[in-house]
């Protein structure tokens, strides 16, 4: 975290703002899981009058960078089924936010994500889901009704399981060209929620998807969890 020389004005008012501010309220609808979570514009909602009152102020910068050399490729259509053909490239998304006082201090913390395609609507999403993720952290609030009790309460933790069995030593796995960096753009996605994962599993070549299912469908069922995971913090 970068700061200014001195931030003593900035967290004296940033106290007292926080102390006036309400959860985030759970106004936007995310329909593949049925559920209801806070969307940046309750975020900014929340914190824009405490803000305003101690003289606070917020400033995030999109930024983007591509990494590696365009590929093509082709995805079957899942309602058509046709076959289609695109040019992506790993792309990763940058957001930095710094938090302003009328004193003039100010701190900024930037967060990134990885793409495995760069195209506008991912970009957009990624840019939409760091902002709020940012600016929730740098305010210190939580979304109304936050799911803190399904990790406290004792009833809802998951049981104790026995450690597994050693594994057996098995020949090493041959991946195709490419798979080890398009698994870990895959990893990146799935922080950024379900919606994403799934765009992004639908646009991966078919050749990358059928080796990960075929050789480790666990960790397709990990990566799927994780962004389930995203969508419950965030909500």
Known sequence: MNTSDSINELAAALSKAQGAMDGAKKTASNPF?????????????????????????????????????PEAY???????????????????????????????????????AMLPNGDPQSVGSAISYLRRYALQSVAGIASEDDD?????????RPPILPPPAPAKATAPVQHPSGYLAWLDGLRQTAM?????????????PNAFRLHLTTTNLALRDELKAIAARQVAVAS
């Open 74 to 112: 082709e995805w079957t259509a899942r309602g058509s089924g046709e076959v289609r053909h695109g040019v992506r490239v790993f792309t990763v998304v940058t957001v930095l936010t710094r938090l302003l006082h009328t004193s003039g201090q100010w701190i900024e913390e930037s967060v990134s």
């Open 192 to 204: 950024l929620g379900s919606a994403s994962l799934e765009r992004a599993w639908y646009d991966s």
């Open 33 to 69: 899981f049925k559920s209801k979570y806070a969307d940046l514009a309750s975020v900014k909602d929340a914190i824009r009058e405490p803000f305003a009152t101690y003289g606070l102020s917020v400033v995030q910068v999109p930024q983007t960078r591509f990494e590696g050399a």
């Open 148 to 156: 803190a009790e399904s990790v406290t309460s004792p009833s809802r």
